[in-house]
């Protein structure tokens, strides 16, 4: 079992930065695969950022390539997600995800076992 508690949502204006934390706990040496979801009011969740942790392998959604960064503290198995230039289209709840088994892609929902609570972000313009 893994255990994710994210941090550090909130309000932030059009073209400005936030850092989110992701503190993993449990069976973390198990653990595979992480990544970054978000989901918007009326919308599917979809993929922010997901990597392989052992290799680094990563892979970015397009929406957010360039202005957002996936940061891995490993001795701590905490990792970030470095928001910059943000617009009113990242608003959402933002989830960190993680799993012990390899896939063969990093981008799809149902591949990834434990779920963090989420955290908001509202980007204001």
């Known amino acids: 079992q893994v255990q994710l508690v994210e941090s550090g949502g909130g309000l932030v204006q059009v073209g400005g930065s936030l850092r989110l934390c992701c503190v993993a706990?449990?069976?973390?040496?198990?653990?595979?695969?992480m990544a970054w979801f978000r989901q918007a009011p009326g919308k599917e969740r979809e993929l922010v950022v997901g990597?392989?942790?052992?290799?680094?392998?990563?892979h970015y959604a397009d929406s957010v390539k360039g202005r957002f960064v996936f940061i891995r503290e490993r001795a701590k198995s905490t990792v970030h997600l470095q928001m910059n230039d943000l617009k009113p289209e990242d608003t959402a709840a933002y989830y960190c995800a993680a799993d012990p088994r390899y896939a063969a892609t990093l981008y799809k929902e149902d591949d990834y076992a434990y779920w963090g609570q989420g955290t908001q972000v509202t980007v204001s313009s």
């Open positions: 990597i392989r942790w052992k290799s680094a392998g990563h």
């Open positions: 706990s449990g069976d973390t040496f198990r653990i595979e695969r």
